[in-house]
């Protein structure tokens, strides 16, 4: 158990007064748009591979110092303006009973999958303090370390349908047939697991921020799969009961998703003071429709990173150009960043947004 | 080289006058709302694993009498509105001289897939007549067969985006970032390639139209991996070079993407007089979006189709409710129809459709 006195951080007061990223979170004005990058710490940055020699990804999310030093490679590296805890959106489900396995070349594989309804039943709701501590004294010690830089640190959950996605698939799935057949056809199940996973979401997301998390996100990275009918219906009360457990810990949360273009007010009604947007809209489109009440984040095409500098430079513009000058933007990838990305690209483009968009 | 004098099919007229489907396409009124289903001739169905067994895809594709045969397996079994030729958007790709494979478990694999400006040089144009004939073939045999059922038949191409995902990246591919890569680096190669295709696509349409084809669908798989600003620069005039060739048919032509809800007016500039719908967005909304002067096709999850009969009769009635009689709708899923689909809920589906728009 890590103790570390957060009050004590010499920078906290000015962090979360002055932060470009909390700011333009709140819709504050802001010096110039603040950058981050979704997975801005993995496998692209040289740093990140050497560790991956000596430890998997598990062992690295569960042993604090080691999350710690991961969260801060890119914040080493690049002028960002956020940190994001080093962590995945899957452990949740081990505490919960699933069995939990990294499969090189595979990606993750969920060794019990939910499949019926007393597969729901026995799936049990841990609080976080008790099954994801590891995350929880990361963030703490990365706090210490972010408060001499100034940066602030985001935490994250996954969201309940997205989770629900790898624990009834048992990972990753194109056409999620076994989980929308459950939805369809169990539905007492359905709510019962829905239930439980925002329970564990949002508690989740509350437990960041009392260690430490200086905003939260919660990632609906498959929610695009559903047409919005089925959305409003079996899972937007989830996501909003994930997002208002967390709402007490009075740090701004944004809510993510991809392939959500036909969606994004519904998205938007499920709660989240930022909205995440894909690179498949025009952002000054996407955020016309999202309307003045909230912030948005995006929207950059991850591939765009592997673009010549000059022809990434006109993707970045664009991006900033449509969002011209308007308070309560967060420039960020639609997506995660991939593996493949030049680093020279990242950290021109992080440069880039502070230097066009404070002109 | 099948000779099939279709001046002489007894039914051509009236199918030209009466078909639901072809009327609809039109924005003409009809009795009940059309409807067909992407892949309907496929592997949720007996008799086709059943060929299978005998036959794999290219061969079925290659002899016209095997083709015609699979496309009116599901025209003999449902009371389906439209059939659409037994084919697949890779095989043009072939005649520009790529080797292609369909490798069981891992879906199709370009040997030698388009990387340079000099991979791009050495593609060859040939007339879809030259290299597609078996294709053709297959179209006026199938004409022949279909015009006593009164069914029209649609012929379609992949459209040059999606057919060069597949000619640079080897195959299917998640983030297309070698695809992605060619158009932000070599734009001369880029735009050489699109050019090509086409001229391809374009070429393949009409020459299915004069082969008796009485619809065309470009289909646009993948397209919605693009934003939209890249899609105007780099993409739609290509597409829209292919329907514009077609159009000299003067038979109904459909354009279908996913993942486009974020640029449907785009996707509708290209052209088309129908625009396909995923089940992402509310239909009644995407039709809004679309305006006046197309019809629209879709929307059901393909997944729906898995659910118990009463819960996909709720999301059959959800799309027909929201387009409530309006003229120029066809009803169809948001893609095509999974290999896991139970054969009993597409006969309740196509029946629904028909009793449910008549009332």
Known sequence: MVTVDLNKLPNA??????????RAARREPVDAVPVWLMRQAGRYMAEYRELRKTYDILDIIKTPELAREVTMQPINAFDLDAAIIFADILPPLEGMGLQLEFVKGEGPVIH?????A????KLVVPPAEEALWFTLDA???TREALDEREVPLIGFSGAPFTLASYAVEGGSSKNKVNLKSM???DKDAWHKLMSKLAQIAGDYLLAQAKAGAQCLQLFDSWVGELNPVD??????????????????AGVPLIHFGTNTNGMLTDIRDAGGDVIGVDWRIEIDKATEILGDNVAVQGNLDPVALHAPWNELEVRAKDVLDRMNGRD???FNLGHGILPTTPVENVK???DFVHEYSSK
């Not at 007061?13 to 909390?22: A, D, G, M, V, Y």
């Not at 007393?118 to 039943?121: A, P, Q």
């Not at 959305?231 to 007490?248: C, E, H």
């Open 112 to 116: 019990n999958p939910v499949r019926t």
């Open 183 to 185: 939805m369809y056809s």
């Open 348 to 350: 021109k483009l992080v």
């Open 118 to 121: 007393s597969d729901v039943e």
């Open 328 to 330: 309560g933007f967060i």
């Open 231 to 248: 959305y409003r219906q079996y899972v937007q009360p989830y996501s909003k009961q994930a997002l208002d457990i967390a709402k007490d």
């Open 139 to 141: 963030i703490k010690l």
């Open 13 to 22: 007061e000015k962090i979360e007064k002055e932060s470009r990223f909390l």
